[in-house]
């Protein structure tokens, strides 16, 4: 018996309520499998080149994957796509937490919303039935405020909710679509487009099962996750969560003061996961079905930062977008801005790096406090970060251009400032230094959605034997160096990239994915669907799935031009274990054209190729480009 999908797509219409329900062959499941995947297909299929992102017309699809809500750890995870305010190209972002798992569990593989409603609505699904309901009284509300309110009115306290705070509401092209009250789905504004729809809030209730192809070897394969991951890098996560990440200091790669240092010696012992977890945090949590537990719940019940427990904890990228990168070494200030964040709904890593733009700014004189409504804008004041914060979600004061992102804001201000925008197509750098990490430079550089370290390669990882090891499976056996950028190097990312693609397509955790032999996964795959897949079917999938997110680009108006990433990682570290490291220029240019010649993608656009689009099955994209070309 077939698995995975329940083969419905809900579509609405916010402009004419419309409620309907598509239902694709099962050929489209095993070319696209979900998330990124669907959303690339029906945005190439569906949204008109040149759309205004946050007009009615763009589309914002909710797609699981064949792997989301099936009963193994990681599989809870699920993307949100559009296309994207703050890039201008291609916008997806993923997440992970229950309301994916939910929302296969009421029968339903995405939802694809067009139209703007009149007024403020959410969307309400129970098994597969769906309704628009009025959301005025629920506009201008925090997100923990709001899922309470829509569990009591919908009498279902096991409602699952994604939803927009504030931020969305006002259009903030950096606002994320929260899950869960906690898990933002973050990246390229996707909670703004939620806003330009009216659309407050999808709640989800189901109460049925994920179709299993082979229920016995899910089970075993379930059963293997939970006694392999304790012994490899997902074990760790449990204890500390992804906060590890600011060990990343050690190697002089944890982004600081706008990463102008990649160390941060007077502060990074006190943003650690070992220092939270000595301290703040209350509790652990988790994602559907996931033995690793690697979320942080944390609590503040004195002094001048109080945290509410329900809003979570940060994440490294939390920890170091708006703690080392803003010059901040106090973990409570930057729980505090973590709290604020999911409750207006921002994304942190776009927030963080925002305002740490700014506060290069107003110290190098570009920024005055007659810019700033009078906030003195200072690395290391953890206060006014604070303040800034809220008022970005809040949309008020100088919030309300910061919260347009850095790039928009520094093209607003001028003086120059945009020469300290630390970003790759108008999206704010993650918390991955290229300077030791060349390779992910490349991989921020051509990534569709700008910058992004989840569908990316993280080379600093293949440097060892040990490392390596992971890849065998795709025939890549020797270890290269964090610096390589090499056609060996490039050879890897070709690999990483769509295998990375294809895990978010899957709708299953990189983390869990990462500590896990390539052919479990396939197995598992196989136990789901019941399809006779491979990795070669998967890697394509992954492949195919980024190939259409760039000729979305290009029929954009995107070209290779865009492929960037900002100066400062080509000018070298000045001090600690990694002085001396910098991106080098022409290397760095030989290597992107080297992977879009492995890639299929032509060296002058940047699109993809008509024969690699045919070698990818889906030639009907080819025509799709030349009928806008003409
Ligand atoms: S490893 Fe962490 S992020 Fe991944 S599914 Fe488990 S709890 Fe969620």
Redesign the pocket.
């Known amino acids: 018996m077939p698995g995975g999908y329940s083969g419905k797509i809900l579509r609405v219409d916010l402009s004419n309520k419309e409620i309907s329900m598509e239902e694709p062959e099962a050929r489209f499941y095993r070319t696209y499998m979900g998330g990124w995947g669907i959303i690339a297909y029906y945005l190439l299929k569906e949204l008109p080149p040149g759309v205004e992102p946050l007009s009615p017309d763009n589309i914002l699809i909710f797609a699981t994957g064949v792997v989301t809500g099936a009963p193994v750890?990681?599989?809870?995870?699920s993307a949100v796509g559009a296309k994207s305010p703050l890039t201008g190209g291609f916008g997806e972002a993923d997440v992970?937490?229950w309301w994916g798992a939910e929302l296969t569990r009421a029968g339903l593989d995405a939802i694809i919303i067009t139209g703007k409603a009149e007024k403020p609505v959410y969307l309400w699904i129970k098994d597969g039935a769906a309704e628009i309901r009025p959301a005025e009284h629920l506009w201008g509300m925090l997100t923990a405020d709001t899922q309470a309110a829509l569990r009591e009115e919908l009498g279902e306290e096991r409602a699952r909710v994604a939803q927009i705070g504030p931020a969305g509401e006002r259009l903030s092209r950096i606002a994320a679509v929260m899950h869960d009250i906690n898990r933002a789905a973050g990246r390229t504004g996707m909670g703004a487009v939620m806003g330009s729809k009216n659309l407050k809030a999808i709640a989800v209730r189901g109460t049925g099962r994920k179709e299993i192809a082979d229920q016995q070897a899910l089970r075993d394969i379930a059963r293997w996750y939970v006694d392999h991951?304790p012994t490899t890098w997902?074990g760790d996560?449990q204890k500390f969560?992804?906060a590890n990440g600011v060990f990343q200091h050690l190697e002089g790669g944890l982004p600081t003061r706008n990463f102008q240092q990649g160390t941060f010696d007077e502060g990074w012992e006190q943003i650690t996961g070992e220092r939270m977890h000595d301290t703040i945090l209350k509790d652990r949590?988790?994602?559907?079905?996931?033995?690793?537990?690697?979320?942080r719940v944390v609590e503040i019940n004195e002094g001048p930062y109080q945290v509410d427990p329900t809003y979570g904890g940060p994440e490294y990228e939390t920890l170091g977008s708006l703690g080392s990168s803003c010059g901040v070494g106090d973990l409570a200030a930057v729980a505090r801005a973590n709290e604020l964040c999911n409750a207006y709904g921002l994304d942190t890593i776009s927030c963080g790096v925002t305002i740490a733009w700014a506060m290069e700014c107003f110290e190098r004189g570009l920024l005055t406090t007659e810019d700033t409504g009078g906030l003195e804008l200072h690395f290391g004041d953890a206060a006014t970060m604070v303040q800034t914060v809220e008022l970005m979600g809040k949309r008020e004061g100088f919030g309300h251009l910061l919260s347009e992102g850095s790039y928009r804001a520094a093209k607003a201000i001028g003086r120059g400032s945009d020469a300290f925008v630390m970003h790759a197509k108008g999206q704010e750098i993650p918390m991955h230094e290229p300077r030791i990490k060349y390779g992910l430079g490349v991989g921020y550089a051509v990534s569709p959605t700008g910058a992004d370290h989840m569908h990316n390669f993280h080379d600093v990882d293949y440097t060892t034997e040990e490392g390596i090891a992971s890849l065998r499976p795709f025939g890549i056996l020797e270890p290269l160096d964090f610096d390589d950028l090499g056609p060996a190097k490039m050879r890897l990312a070709a690999a990483v990239i769509p295998w990375q693609t294809v895990c978010n397509a899957l709708g299953f955790?990189?983390?869990?994915a990462s500590s896990s032999n390539k052919l479990k996964i396939v197995e598992m795959v196989q136990a789901i669907t019941g399809w006779d897949t491979s990795l070669h079917e998967l890697l394509e999938v992954g492949e195919r799935a980024y190939t259409l997110a760039r000729a979305f680009n290009a029929r954009e108006g995107f070209t290779a031009s865009d492929d960037k990433i900002s100066r400062r990682f080509f000018e070298p570290f000045q001090e600690g274990p990694s002085a001396g490291n910098a991106l080098p220029v022409e290397e760095f240019d030989r290597a992107r054209i080297t992977l879009y010649h492995m890639m299929g993608w032509d060296e002058e656009t940047g699109a993809p190729t008509a024969w690699k689009l045919h070698q990818l099955g889906v030639g009907w994209v080819v025509d799709e480009l030349n009928r806008h070309d003409n």
């Open positions: 750890g990681g599989a809870g995870r992970g937490g991951y997902a996560l969560g992804t949590d988790t994602c559907f079905s996931c033995p690793v537990g690697c979320k955790c990189m983390f869990v």
